[in-house]
């Protein structure tokens, strides 16, 4: 039920751990983003991510809240990282406990399509002809949408 | 009468600035309260740079840490952001 | 890219990391199911599962090479429990990894919702009024045909 | 040309027997090969249990490891296995 904004990688064996604690519910869905070598055809070396870190707490923090009501969620968490990161590792994670696999799964989709186009971060790629700011991405934009129409 | 102005990403390099206060005495009869419209207005005749920052498509505002639309009431001690579409996850 | 079918508990944490590997994708869903203490309304106590092994492997590892070429995943993993298991035990485990995040969540939404109803486990519930296998649902069904009349 | 049942979950328990042998020969004609349909009903001979047992709705026939239709060819050294709807996961 809480938000991290990380510079370190995400430890996804310990927030597994701790998400599902001593009594785990009935169905646990899990995601893990990571520093692709490739996007869109260029490749990639590292990522810089800049957040707007006040914003980016509350954000999530009301996602979750969000997710929660309407998956009817037991547990959550939402992490997510800023700064350097290299390639392969970690970005983002999310997690969501629930009495039934739909809710679970469902919930990590919304989360993560939420998140992707409504939490202030901003990814630029640095790669061997230099970089360059993430432009945002059409098909996001639809998967966020599909989430204002569904039940 | 000030307001915290926050540039992101490509905004903040562009204007090669994060942060400023904006006081909103410089706006027309120096009103308490303005719109987003009116500090964006006000803040793009800064110069060109501003102008086309400011302006470019599917610019952000996010007025408190929460976004809005041109139409929110800025108020004294409000943080106004102006980014654009956000790229995480 | 395997199946284990397994008496003992599921390490979630050994699991997830054999699955990534040193070079992951960019994208990783896992479900993990747990024994609930509740069942329609009565309590749950311990589960016993029942399968048929040979079956078993034969359909999960056809359904994990199903959910490669639907989702377009770089690897896969299902590991499902038999035998005796008590109350909030892992009883199946789930992970994909594909380049997009749409490709893996609904990737391990299909494996999940079509190991119910197709790969032969008979779950058994021993609660404080006796034993009783677990009746098949017809919302089960129900999800599992949505993969058929989908994409 | 024996052909190998098996029997699992309530079937199991209702039967009290998990595995047979069942000789094609005992069906008329004493046929080399024969549908699902045709062993079912010779196993459903042997007894009130058995009838009951096999006739319940929504039994599934498995040949080989796979979930097929009365309609499937039954040869000798098969395995065909009955069970009531699955329920894992």
């Known amino acids: 039920m809480s938000v991290a904004l990380q510079a370190e990688a995400i430890d996804v064996a310990a ?38 870190p006040e914003m980016a707490l509350r954000v ?9 009501a309407r998956f009817q969620l037991s547990r959550w968490r939402i992490v997510h990282r800023f700064g350097q990161l290299g390639l392969a590792e970690t970005i983002v994670w999310v997690g969501a ?23 202030p971060f901003w990814k630029r790629e640095q790669g061997p002809d230099g970089g360059d700011w993430v432009g945002s991405r059409e098909s996001d934009s639809q998967r966020r949408a599909r989430w204002r129409s569904e039940g | 009468m000030s307001v915290t102005i926050k540039l992101f990403s490509s905004l903040r390099e562009a204007l090669g600035v994060s942060e400023i206060e904006f006081d909103l005495g410089e ?12 500090v ?18 599917n ?4 007025l408190n840490h929460k976004v809005v639309y041109l139409e929110a009431t800025v108020s004294e001690g409000d943080e106004l952001a102006f980014f654009p579409p956000m790229t995480g996850g």
Not at chain 1, 23 to 48: D, K, M, N, Q
């Open chain 1, 15 to 52: 927030e597994y751990s701790a998400l599902v604690g001593p009594a785990p519910g009935a169905a646990v869905a899990t995601f893990t983003g990571y520093v692709r070598g490739e996007s869109e055809g260029r490749a990639v070396a590292s990522l810089e991510l800049e957040h707007y």
């Open chain 1, 60 to 68: 999530l923090e009301e996602l979750g809240q969000q997710a929660e």
């Open chain 1, 97 to 119: 406990v629930a009495d039934h696999r739909g809710e679970a799964i469902s919930a990590c989709e919304f989360m993560m399509d939420t998140l992707k186009t409504d939490a």
């Open chain 2, 27 to 38: 706006l027309d009869g120096a009103p308490l309260e303005a719109d987003v419209a009116a």
């Open chain 2, 40 to 57: 964006k207005a006000a803040l793009s005749k800064r110069g060109a740079d501003w102008q086309e920052a400011l302006n470019q498509p």
């Open chain 2, 59 to 62: 610019l952000v505002h996010a």
